[in-house]
C-alpha cells in the first residue's frame, strides 16, 4: 500500500514479547520486523519491553499481578485464577484497540493469561485469532485447563506450528488443520563454504546448555578429543552449571555471544561443521519430538554441514531422514557418533552434506517464512497457496 495509514492493525497479546534475544522472542521480533501489511498493537509484559519495531503504532506494558493471585493459577483452581488476572491484560488490550481498531489478533500458544485474554478478546470483537504454537504444553498444566487449551486451538483461525510432527499431533488431538511454520532464520541459505583436508574438525554448538544435554555433549567432547577435534560453545549459560562440560579440554568457550554474532565468532574460530543437540532424556522425548530448533533453520546462513545428535524421534532427525543425506546423524551415543565423526572428518563428505543442507534449507527462507506469516494475518488458507510463494533466493556468501 501507498499510504501506511490505510494499512490494518494486528493486535499482538503474549507473554513472549517480540525481542530480539531468545528463541521465541527472537522469532516474533524477526516476523514482526519484516512485516509489510499491517502495523502493530502490542500487549507485553512489563518486564519483557518489545525491542525496536519500525511499525508500532502503540504499546501496554502489564505489570505481573499480585502474588495471592498468582497463587491462585495452581492445581483445580488454574483455570479461574488464569481467568481472572486475565482480566487485567485484557483490560489493556481495550485500552490499545480505542483510537487503533486491530482486524486480527496474533498470541503465542502459551497456557498463560496472555493467551487467554488474547483469545477472549478476538471472541468478543468477532475477530480472527492467529496461534503461534512453538511447543506442546499439554503435560506441564493442570488438567483443569487442557479444556481451555483445547477450546483456543479449535477457536483460532489459523494455527502456525512449527513442525509437521506438531502439526499432526495438533490435529489428532484437538481435530483442526495446522499451517507449518518454520523457525525463520536471520538471512537467506548461504552457498557451502569450501572444506580443507588439513582442518582440524570444529563443531560449533550454539544455545542453551541444559542438564538434558549433558551427556550427548560429553559423549561429543570425548570423541572429539580421539580425533584431535573440538567443540565450540557459543551459549548464553551460567558456567558454574554443567562443570564437566565446561571444563572438558576438548570444549572452547566461545562466551556469551549475542545472536546476530554467532556466525562471525564461529568463523573466527575456525568451525566448520554445525552441530545440533537435542535431549535423550526420556522425558522430554514428546517435546523434542514437536518442537523444532530454530538453530537447525539458523544454522543454514552459515554455509557449513551440520551434525544432528538427537534420538530418532527428535523433529530435527525426522526431517532430516526425509531428505537424504542432508546432515551426518547420531541417533545413539556410542557407535552412531563414532561413525558420524569419523565422516565428518573426511573434507569431501563435508563439503557433500554442506551442499546438500543448503539445498534442503530453501524450504527455510526468510521470504517464505514470512510469506505464510503475512497471509495467516490477511486470513488466507495458508495451505491452498503455499505453491504461489516467491521462490528462495539463496546468498552466495
Known amino acids: 500500500m501507498n499510504n501506511s495509514e490505510e494499512r490494518g492493525h494486528v493486535l499482538f497479546c503474549s507473554s513472549v514479547s517480540p525481542q530480539p534475544v531468545a528463541a521465541g522472542e527472537l522469532l516474533v521480533y524477526r516476523h514482526f520486523s519484516q512485516l509489510q501489511s499491517h502495523k502493530l498493537l502490542l500487549v507485553v509484559p512489563a518486564s519483557k519491553p518489545p525491542g525496536e519495531l519500525p511499525n508500532v503504532t502503540e504499546t501496554a506494558l ?15 483452581l488454574f483455570p479461574f485464577g488464569d481467568r481472572l488476572i486475565a482480566r487485567q491484560v485484557f483490560a489493556r488490550c481495550n485500552a490499545v484497540s480505542r483510537q487503533h481498531k486491530p482486524t486480527v489478533v496474533v498470541t503465542v500458544f502459551v497456557p498463560d493469561t496472555y493467551m487467554t485474554a488474547a483469545a477472549a478478546f478476538a471472541q468478543k470483537h468477532r475477530l480472527p485469532l492467529v496461534l503461534i504454537c ?44 495446522g499451517a507449518i511454520l518454520h523457525p525463520i532464520p536471520s538471512a537467506p541459505a548461504r552457498l557451502p563454504v569450501p572444506q580443507s583436508s588439513n582442518d582440524q574438525l570444529l563443531i560449533g554448538f550454539a544455545g542453551s546448555v541444559r542438564d538434558s544435554y549433558e551427556d550427548a555433549l560429553l559423549q561429543l567432547a570425548d570423541n572429539l578429543q580421539l580425533l584431535n577435534g573440538q567443540v565450540v560453545i557459543a551459549s548464553p549459560s551460567p558456567r558454574n552449571t554443567l562443570p564437566r562440560v565446561w571444563s572438558h579440554p576438548a570444549v572452547v568457550d566461545a562466551g556469551q555471544v549475542a ?38 533453520t539458523e544454522y543454514s546462513t552459515f554455509g557449513l554441514p551440520l551434525l544432528i545428535l538427537a534420538p530418532e524421534s527428535a523433529s530435527a532427525v525426522t526431517w532430516a531422514r526425509s531428505r537424504a543425506m542432508v546432515a551426518a546423524i547420531s541417533t545413539d551415543l556410542s557407535t552412531g557418533l563414532k561413525k558420524a565423526l569419523n565422516q565428518l572428518t573426511n573434507a569431501e563428505a563435508r563439503q557433500a552434506l554442506a551442499m546438500r543442507f543448503f539445498e534442503a534449507a530453501s524450504e527455510f527462507a526468510p521470504e517464505r517464512a514470512q510469506a ?26
Open 372 to 397: 505464510i506469516f503475512e497471509d495467516a494475518l490477511n486470513k488466507t488458507n495458508v495451505m491452498s497457496v503455499r505453491a504461489n510463494y516467491p521462490q528462495p533466493k539463496c546468498a552466495s556468501s
Open 134 to 177: 512453538h511447543d506442546d504444553y499439554e503435560d506441564f498444566i493442570p488438567r483443569s485447563f487442557r479444556a481451555t487449551l483445547a477450546k483456543i486451538y479449535r477457536q483460532a483461525a489459523v494455527r502456525l506450528c512449527v513442525s509437521e510432527p506438531m502439526a499432526t499431533e495438533f490435529q489428532r488431538r484437538y481435530g483442526v488443520e
Open 62 to 76: 502489564v505489570p505481573p499481578p499480585s502474588i495471592w493471585l498468582g497463587r491462585l493459577r495452581r492445581g483445580w
Open 259 to 296: 545472536p546476530e554474532k554467532v556466525q562471525e565468532v564461529f568463523n573466527q574460530a575456525g568451525v566448520n561443521v554445525m552441530g545440533v543437540v537435542q535431549s535423550f532424556d526420556p522425558k522430554e522425548e514428546q517435546a523434542y519430538r514437536f518442537n523444532f530448533p530454530s538453530k537447525l
